[in-house]
């Protein structure tokens, strides 16, 4: 069966810093991998999608960048953290115009 | 860009009492999704729609998908306090550019009270 890993669960982090967040999927081949941001626990707000390896479009101009280095892995990263970037990031996948089944989440809180 | 109205916005009810909840899309779907989020979780796929018409049950709940492709329902029988949470539609366009794109509702807060 597929699973969705994401970590870490929760993270505290300073204006100015880094941020690299992680997700991958077991037990499929060639998913289409996606990166949202939920806040105040309300709406998903669709950031990055990847439908291949090195293949990321952004749908939100914003501080974040993603990359997809393997098949089944999404990172999600900034050079320099914004008071704004604060959320809960959530990263899915689906297989074609299947479902898409989402991780447990990551809540980012910039200090 | 496409866009999902869901309603209400919020709901409190009896537990026992049923919920419905419903979103309507500004263009075609041909796929509905229904999900359910607790606190600090990722949200939980409940019920996938792919016909339109298509009249699906989970347990208690129930949803179906519109027959104008534009809207789909999610009600919720017999309510019990395990079904508070937010409830997310979710739409899939038609085969083509951006069609692996999902666009989501706003959300429906359910609160239960004993």
């Known amino acids: 069966s597929q699973t969705i890993h994401q970590w870490p669960a929760t993270l505290v982090q300073p204006v100015g810093s880094p941020l690299s967040l992680e997700c991958t999927v077991e037990?499929?081949?060639?998913?289409?991998l996606y990166w949202y941001r939920q806040a105040a626990g309300r709406g998903l707000q669709l950031l990055f999608y990847?439908?291949?390896?090195?293949?990321i479009s952004s749908e939100v101009p914003q501080n974040l960048s993603a990359s997809r280095p393997q098949d089944r892995q999404f990172i999600l990263s900034s050079k320099k953290l914004l008071l704004s970037d604060s959320g809960f990031y959530l990263c899915?996948?689906?297989?074609?115009?299947?479902?898409?089944?989402f991780g447990q989440g990551t809540r980012l809180t910039v200090v | 860009g496409q866009q999902l109205n869901q309603s209400p916005q919020s709901m409190f009810i009896q537990e026992g009492e049923d919920v419905s909840m419903n979103c309507t899309s500004s263009?075609?779907?041909?796929?509905w999704l229904w999900y359910k989020q607790d606190p600090g979780e990722g949200p939980v796929l409940l019920i996938a729609?792919?016909?339109?018409?298509e009249l699906t049950s989970n347990g208690r709940l129930t949803a179906q998908f519109g027959i104008t492709r534009k809207d789909s329902f999610l009600n919720i029988s017999a309510s019990i306090p395990s079904d508070v949470g937010i409830y997310f539609c979710?739409?899939?366009?038609?085969?083509?550019?951006?069609?692996?794109?999902?666009?989501f509702g706003k959300g429906t807060k359910l609160s239960v009270i004993p």
């Open positions: 899915a996948w689906s297989k074609g115009g299947g479902e898409a089944f």
């Open positions: 037990g499929t081949s060639n998913p289409n």
């Open positions: 990847s439908v291949g390896i090195g293949q």
């Open positions: 263009s075609i779907f041909n796929t």
């Open positions: 729609l792919y016909k339109a018409g």
């Open positions: 979710a739409g899939r366009s038609l085969p083509g550019a951006g069609s692996y794109q999902l666009t």
